[in-house]
């Protein structure tokens, strides 16, 4: 089965800087690639995604590239706020409803 | 409004008793999911229903059961509960744009 994996377990970054997420996944036949956030004792929580008919894709300060051929994508968080602050889980998925996640990156930005 | 509702938030069992954790969501999702999530292991993949009376099997479905009677309810069961199922549980559903909505998590610790 399908297997992503979330390269960076923790990310330190100072507000105002750029974060960035990494995520490899393995089976080609995943087109679907969502994003979310989880806030200290909440659950997860959809900001962006992205599907394989785009290399790129822009939400306010959040963008999401794809690399198909690598079978790599990336979140990236412009313009950092310590509210960003979380874990961050990439997934991917196709059409028989199974999300695979990764295991997540705990984002924190110093002020 | 949309969101999904777990109850009980926090529970603690002794080892043996059976464990109910219920879900119910407002959005008419067809599909719903039950996952754990434990440190260091992301999240795990219990069972999905992908409607009433239509569940199948995660990656770690073993000594856990569900129902789903209603299309807003999706129930976890834990017969005889273990030491090794204390962890945090998360119920999701999917909208068709494949986006999933979490509940707030139910704490169980198992003792």
């Known amino acids: 089965g399908e297997k992503v994996e979330q390269h960076e377990s923790t990310l330190s970054v100072r507000e105002g800087d750029s974060a960035v997420i990494n995520c490899t996944y393995t089976?080609?036949?995943?087109?679907?690639f969502p994003w979310y956030k989880q806030e200290a004792g909440k659950g997860l929580h959809f900001v962006i995604d992205?599907?394989?008919?785009?290399d790129r894709k822009q939400s306010q300060r959040l963008i999401v590239l794809l690399d198909k051929k690598a079978k790599r994508f990336s979140l990236h968080i412009t313009a950092t706020q310590p509210e960003d602050s979380a874990i961050y889980f990439c997934a991917a998925g196709f059409n028989n409803n199974r999300i695979f996640f990764g295991d997540g990156t705990q984002l924190v930005v110093k002020p | 409004d949309m969101k999904v509702t777990q109850m009980p938030r926090y529970l603690i069992k002794r080892m043996g008793e059976n464990v109910l954790l219920e879900c119910g969501q407002d959005m008419s999702h067809e599909t719903m999911y039950w996952y754990r999530q434990d440190p260091g292991l992301g999240l795990q993949l219990i069972y999905i229903?992908?409607?009433?009376?239509?569940?199948s099997e995660g990656d770690i479905p073993k000594g856990y059961r569900v129902s789903r009677k209603k299309r807003e309810h999706f129930s976890l069961i834990l017969d005889s509960a273990k030491t090794n199922q204390t962890s945090v549980y998360f119920c999701?559903?999917?909208?068709?744009?494949?986006?999933?909505?979490f509940g707030e998590g139910s704490r169980l610790i198992v003792v």
């Open positions: 999701a559903s999917r909208d068709s744009g494949n986006t999933l909505y």
């Open positions: 089976d080609t036949a995943s087109s679907y």
């Open positions: 992205i599907r394989s008919n785009v």
């Open positions: 229903s992908y409607d009433v009376d239509s569940n």
